[in-house]
């Protein structure tokens, strides 16, 4: 394997300033979107059945055989211009075989090509298989929408399809506030989510408070949208959802970085809640808003099937394979031929906005068509 080191990730510590996952960065650097960004699914395994779960429906109780990593590897040096990479499941650390035959090995391949990684885990798992992340690892990111065990129990297992005893849950939440206090006195950057729903919307403040006293470095911050596991339930409206952030907003520690991301309120709307909003967003210290990466620089692969995905969600199918040709040559044909990318493939510099991803426009703007939408300067 070549070793590349890129130029960017040498220079830059991820920060407000500097965020490569945002498909803007790419977009304003090669003057159109990009692949810069591969998703892995490494497991379809859990331990828990969040009842948000984007990929509830495709988690099974026995694991498939895997591909080839070095397909996978492969795959990974014919792409130009990575700069990210992004591991997920299932829970990617379930099974410490994984951690040490697939984990490791992708993020010892990722640091060695001056690759950003990240990867998605509830933290429940024994501290032993994270530590082994350490040397390589830039982002840990977890899903906190709690305020309590309670919360934990009633979210992390509504999903079980059977009865979860609380004292079993209050373990794995314990286990989870641990590691991750232990983690981030390690030096690991864990980057907090907290989804904005009907169970969340008046307690972010609370959860914003917990996520910094086990010593995270950002709270990331995402509507939820209806898909798999969450597609039955209740839907906040967007005005409900603007107050959940303003709320945020008012009682957050100005001294941790805050990302928003798949906001459903953008700069050309004609909504004076929607830019009042915007324009706060854009002013308050250590805030930011990250376009959506799906589809736009970013691509998931299956590394059971080799089926690409332009999103972890189970709803939308695949768009091609790793074993029939090259991952930017699918990300090619999905940006310049495929239909559903057609719909939201609409760019504002003035706005610094890629537009909506594919959940947002379906929920929200199904006959807007936001290439005809001008950015209200702010």
Not at 171 to 181: F, K, P, S, V, W
Request: glycine share 6%.
């Amino acid at each position: 394997m070549k070793a590349i080191q890129n130029e960017t990730s040498q220079v830059y510590d991820l920060s407000p300033d500097y965020d490569p996952w945002d498909p803007i960065v790419s977009l304003r650097k090669y003057g159109r979107h990009t692949l810069t960004s591969v998703e892995m699914t490494v497991t379809n395994l859990c331990n828990m059945r969040c009842e948000h779960c984007a990929v509830g429906d495709s988690l099974t109780m026995k694991e498939g055989e895997m591909l080839p990593l070095k397909t996978m590897l492969d795959r990974l040096e014919e792409v130009e211009h990575l700069e990210t990479i992004s591991i997920t499941g299932g829970e990617p650390m379930f099974r410490a075989s994984t951690v040490d035959e697939v984990i490791v090995p992708l993020l010892q391949y990722a640091k060695s090509r001056g690759l950003r990684s990240q990867i998605n885990s509830n933290l429940t798992m024994p501290y032993s298989r994270y530590e082994k992340l350490l040397p390589y690892l830039d982002v840990m990111h977890i899903s906190f929408n709690y305020v309590n065990g309670d919360d934990f129990h009633e979210v992390g297992f509504a999903g079980s399809g059977h009865p979860v005893a609380k004292e079993a849950a209050y373990r794995l939440y314990d286990t989870m506030i641990a590691n991750a206090e232990r983690l981030s006195a390690d030096g690991m950057f864990i980057s907090a989510e907290s989804m904005i729903n009907y169970r969340t919307h008046r307690k972010l403040p609370e959860i914003h408070r917990l996520i910094g006293e086990m010593g995270c470095r950002r709270h990331e911050v995402h509507p939820m949208y209806a898909s798999s596991f969450a597609s039955s339930l209740p839907m906040l409206s967007l005005a409900e959802t603007a107050a959940a952030i303003h709320e945020l907003l008012d009682t957050r520690d100005p001294e941790m970085w805050m990302l928003f991301g798949t906001l459903p309120f953008f700069a050309c709307s004609e909504e004076g809640r929607d830019l009042e909003l915007i324009h706060r967003l854009r002013s308050e210290k250590k805030v930011t808003v990250r376009n959506d990466p799906d589809g736009r620089n970013r691509v998931n692969v299956n590394l059971f099937t080799g089926d690409v995905f332009v999103t972890d969600f189970a709803d939308i199918p695949a768009f091609g394979n790793i074993a029939a040709r090259k991952l930017d040559d699918t990300f090619a044909e999905w940006l310049d031929r495929h239909p559903l990318n057609q719909t939201v493939n609409c760019h504002c510099e003035a706005a610094g906005c890629c537009g909506p991803n594919l959940l947002v426009k379906d929920m929200y703007y199904q006959n807007l068509d936001f290439k005809s939408r001008k950015a209200i300067t702010l």
